[in-house]
């Protein structure tokens, strides 16, 4: 829709856009002193000159968004978008997520809030958090950020993973720092660097210890609410103004440990809203279903008792194969149904994954092609721009 009653010679549009991306627009437009309706009409300009094929957004539980472009300008972009058979939301959507990834905001618009902080998470085990938090990592450290992941699974895989030998069960760790037994040791003597060129010194990973399984029954006993559920925070503020995202590889939770880790994700006063937040990932079956409400469940209850903002950021369906029949494919048809949180990325199930495990390597090292290796890629943009 197209109403021309603007003084400044401009048209009001309407087209629906995802509330997460229309969010993000504001923000970074903000950040970069730029009228919100200035950065789409940029977003729009460059899309139209790219001739280049563009990669799809999800605009599942799209609202209508409503700006001014130039006279005329709303006109060629619909017939753009037509001769490139793109529907005129999809075509929008492209164009601001090509525009955020152009515009990264700087460590300096972060530093009053601490680094973005990304919780990943779901209380099933087996539907591949660790390599999730793995790939995302890797792929927000490629883009020149610095990355700390945290192992903070007791079962140690993204340590083992990356190439690490876990720290051992009488060795300080998160764990104990966090339950006040091992204070002597500095935290940044347990944080190792992931080599590779790709990331350039950039990524780093801060070891699990099985240590870990003790944290939900001795937390139990900690005395006082916001004492139990901030001591990850109050450990990792050391390391903070040394990153610029950090990324909580989660344990297959429900206890203190996962309430521990949604409040660090939780939106800091004066932080941009769905910046920090929680990454749910799932497969396209049944169980991933349930597990997912005890999650909410869970997010519910912390976040009412505590007053918490915490931004669910979206769903990953991991390990997909549509050859698994009408289950798979209906079951990922679901969590798009959902709309919020939004499906941001679907990854398939392939080898590549697996042989970088058995190898000790980094996805995006071992297999930099891959189509895994791509939807990893655009899972960051899609997460930060």
């Given amino acids: 829709m197209t109403v021309k009653d603007d003084p400044m010679g401009r048209e009001k549009v309407a087209i629906k856009l995802p509330a997460v991306l229309r969010q993000r627009i504001k923000v970074r437009a903000a950040q970069l002193g730029m009228d919100m309706q ?123 993973q990356l190439g690490f030998k876990p720290l051992g069960i009488d060795d300080p760790s998160l764990a104990k720092r966090m339950l006040g037994e091992e204070k002597r040791v500095d935290l940044r003597s347990l944080v190792v660097p992931v080599e590779s060129e790709l990331f350039g010194g950039r990524l780093h990973l801060l070891k699990g210890s099985p240590y870990a399984f003790l944290l939900d029954a001795k937390l139990a006993t900690a005395p006082g609410l916001r004492v139990r559920e901030t001591a990850l925070e109050r450990e990792l503020m050391a390391l903070e103004e040394e990153y610029d995202y950090v990324i909580v590889d989660c344990p297959p939770s429900l206890g203190y440990t996962m309430d521990n880790a949604l409040y660090y994700g939780r939106t800091r006063d004066g932080e941009d809203a769905d910046s920090s937040g929680v990454l749910i990932v799932v497969q396209a079956e049944d169980s991933s279903a349930d597990a997912y409400e005890l999650l909410m469940t869970q997010i519910s209850a912390i976040t009412g008792d505590m007053d918490l903002r915490l931004a669910l950021l979206g769903i990953v369906v991991n390990l997909y194969d549509s050859r698994r029949g009408y289950i798979a494919t209906s079951s990922l048809q679901g969590w798009r149904d959902l709309g919020t949180p939004p499906v941001l990325g679907v990854i398939p199930d392939l080898k590549e994954q697996r042989e970088a495990v058995r190898v000790k390597q980094p996805l995006l090292e071992y297999a930099p092609e891959s189509e895994q290796a791509s939807c990893m890629r655009e899972l960051a943009r899609r997460l930060v721009g």
């Fill in 38 to 160: 200035d950065a789409v009409t940029e977003a729009i300009q460059a899309w139209m000159a790219d001739g280049a094929e563009h990669p799809l957004v999800e605009t599942s539980g799209a609202a209508n968004f409503t700006t001014h472009l130039p006279e005329g300008m709303n006109e060629e972009f619909r017939k753009v978008a037509k001769s490139r058979k793109a529907a005129l939301n999809q075509a929008l959507a492209q164009a601001l997520t090509e525009w955020l990834r152009d515009r990264p905001a700087s460590h300096r618009q972060r530093e009053a809030t601490g680094p973005v902080r990304l919780i990943v998470c779901n209380q099933k085990g087996g539907v591949g958090k660790t390599a999730i938090s793995a790939g995302l990592a890797e792929s927000i450290a490629e883009r020149d950020a610095r990355v700390l992941l945290i192992d903070f699974d007791p079962q140690c895989h993204l340590t083992s």
